[in-house]
Nanobody, 124 residues
Framework: QVQLVESGGGLVQAGGSLRLSCAAS????????MGWFRQAPGKEREFVAA????????TYADSVKGRFTISRDNAKSTVLLQMNSLEPEDTATYYC?????????????????WGQGTQVTVSS
């Protein structure tokens, strides 16, 4: 079992930056690839970014490519999402998630573990 807790959300003006953090506990963090998702009101949840177990490979949704950066610190059992050049369209609740151990994280992977989410609001 893996527990995930997100933090770092808030209100920011368009063009600003935020850094989201996801702290994992429960099992060896390096066994898990990690992903970030978001869900805006009235919309389906969508993939944002994913990172492999070592941190050496990342994947991004086209809508955030070049603006967001996913990273991880296995020693601290933490995955980060640095969000720059934020746009009002980025407003959503952001979730970190983990697939089953030793599973590659992609946009379509069946993620097993989810955090409670952190709200990001970007004002125009």
């Amino acid at each position: 079992q893996v527990q995930l807790v997100e933090s770092g959300g808030g209100l920011v003006q368009a063009g600003g930056s935020l850094r989201l953090s996801c702290a994992a506990s429960g099992r060896t963090f390096s066994l898990y690839a990690m992903g970030w998702f978001r869900q805006a009101p009235g919309k389906e949840r969508e993939f944002v970014a994913a990172i492999n177990r070592s941190g050496g490979s990342t994947t991004y949704a086209d809508s955030v490519k070049g603006r967001f950066t996913i990273s991880r610190d296995n020693a601290k059992s933490t995955v980060l999402l640095q969000m720059n050049s934020l746009e009002p369209e980025d407003t959503a609740t952001y979730y970190c998630a983990a697939p089953p151990a030793l599973t590659i994280a992609t946009p379509t992977t069946p993620y097993r573990y989810w955090g409670q989410g952190t709200q990001v609001t970007v004002s125009s």
